[in-house]
């Protein structure tokens, strides 16, 4: 069985068509639970009543993304474990084909399926996310027309939250101190600490080019919000998780990356997303210290992180 979650935040206006997506699955074998983090709209009324078989977690205070994820995944108890955002549009073989894929190959935790953009359907999101050595992560295929050079499954640095799949097993492993996602992260990047601290215990992601799903970018956030928590969770992510030896011989190039960050939002600072970018950057530097005080890589924990650091590139062939 498969529990999917999809969590949701004042998105009445997109939960139908999210939902509706869910009910058309060529696979039937699941639950969904709608986590809302405290929203102020209908939209706890509008799924209890058109959508009675979904279970809805609603939560009383908002606490952002990350917690009201650990919330549902602790609700929870099926094997695979799926993420969903609001503001997306399933394929009807999306499911089939994500948890297809860890059922075939084992050797992988995590699924990553292919996000395409709901307004304009050939042009892609991520084909499976990287990571960069300064600490800036990237989505394969971004705004690239999807003409099928991203049509091989293939072993990718992580997934994005917004649509992936997770073994359980692999879930409570990664586990720190009861929670999935690190909750100061709020939101933003709090699925790419999670790649790191999976890569960091050897577990791999595949990604599959078949579940595709369609995502209104940033419906459900972005702007101002998102530049702000980019802004403070770029280094906080990089500095929690980056093993010693690549952290000595990377730091430069981390500091270089914020640096740059830094005066392009000053290039633009009149604009909101700039300004908020800024404020984030300061935010990250006060909670730098806490951050350092729960570095918790070890030495042989290197090697699979530098493996997963050379995934940035497009594949040249699938796995078998």
């Not at 790191?196 to 972005?222: D, E, M, N, Q, W």
Request: proline share 6%.
């Amino acid at each position: 069985m498969i529990d999917v979650i999809v969590p949701n935040y004042n998105g009445s206006a997109l939960l139908p068509v999210c939902l509706d997506s869910l009910r058309a699955q060529t696979r039937r074998d699941f639950v969904v639970t709608v986590v809302d983090d405290a929203s102020t709209d209908d939209s706890v009324a509008l799924v209890r009543a058109r959508y009675p078989e979904v279970r809805v977690l609603a939560l009383a205070q908002n606490r952002g993304f990350a917690a009201a994820v650990n919330a549902a995944i602790a609700a929870t108890n099926h094997p695979f474990v799926v993420l969903l955002n609001n503001d997306t549009e399933a394929d009807p073989n999306w499911l089939a084909a994500l948890i297809g894929a860890l059922e075939r190959w084992p050797q992988f935790a995590f699924a990553a399926a292919k996000l395409r953009l709901f307004d304009r359907r050939e042009v892609l999101h991520s084909a499976g996310d990287f990571y960069r050595v300064n600490g800036e992560p990237g989505n394969r295929g971004v705004w690239e027309v999807d003409r099928g050079q991203y049509d091989a499954y293939a072993e990718v640095f992580g997934p994005c939250a917004g649509a992936a799949a997770y073994r359980r097993s692999a879930l409570e492993l990664l586990a720190e101190d009861g929670n999935v996602f690190d909750e100061e992260l709020v939101m933003y990047c709090e699925d790419v600490d999670l790649n790191l601290r999976a890569r960091r215990k050897g577990l791999r992601t595949i990604f599959v080019p078949t579940a595709v799903v369609y995502h209104r970018l940033s419906a459900s956030g972005g702007g101002a919000l998102a530049s702000y928590y980019c802004g403070r969770n770029f280094p906080l992510v990089w500095v929690k998780n980056m093993p010693p030896p690549l952290a000595r011989r990377y730091w430069p190039a981390l500091v270089i990356s914020q640096v740059r960050f830094a005066l392009h939002s000053l290039l633009h600072v009149r604009e909101p997303a700039a300004r908020a970018r800024l404020r984030g950057q300061l935010a990250g530097l006060r909670a730098l210290p806490r951050f350092l005080s729960r570095r918790s890589a070890s030495p042989e924990e290197t090697a699979p992180v530098v493996a997963a650091l050379a995934l940035g590139q497009p594949p040249t062939q699938s796995t078998s």
